[in-house]
Nanobody
Framework: QVHLVESGGGLVQAGGSLRLSCAVS????????MGWFRQAPGEERELVAV????????FHADSVKGRFTISRDNAKSTLYLQMNSLKPEDTAVYYC???????????????????WGQGTQVTVSS
């Protein structure tokens, strides 16, 4: 079984920064397409960013483009999300997810992701 553990969430003022991390168990991290999703209260979960297996291809949702950056360290089996210029509307639970069988370098659909973390809360105050 693959376990994903997020960390780095917290309370920050608007305009501030946070860096989320996601540690993945096992030895197959480099074979997973990895993504960050978020879910705000009363809202559906949405895709934030995706990174290909070797880190060569990235996707960022329009709502975070230019402010958030996804990255990965395959040697450390860890996924990151650097979040800058945070806004109150970024407040949500952030989840990392792994897609083990994605047919394309970037997986943008939730059903493509097999493994999920428990989530970490990010709260941005105005």
């Amino acid at each position: 079984q693959v376990h994903l553990v997020e960390s780095g969430g917290g309370l920050v003022q608007a305009g501030g920064s946070l860096r989320l991390s996601c540690a993945v168990s096992g030895h197959a991290f480099g074979s997973y397409v990895m993504g960050w999703f978020r879910q705000a209260p009363g809202e559906e979960r949405e895709l934030v960013a995706v990174i290909s297996r070797n880190g060569g291809s990235l996707f960022h949702a329009d709502s975070v483009k230019g402010r958030f950056t996804i990255s990965r360290d395959n040697a450390k089996s860890t996924l990151y999300l650097q979040m800058n210029s945070l806004k109150p509307e970024d407040t949500a639970v952030y989840y990392c997810a792994a897609a083990s069988s994605a047919l394309t370098p970037i997986a943008t659909m939730e059903f493509e992701y097999d493994y999920w973390g428990q989530g970490t809360q990010v709260t941005v105050s105005s």
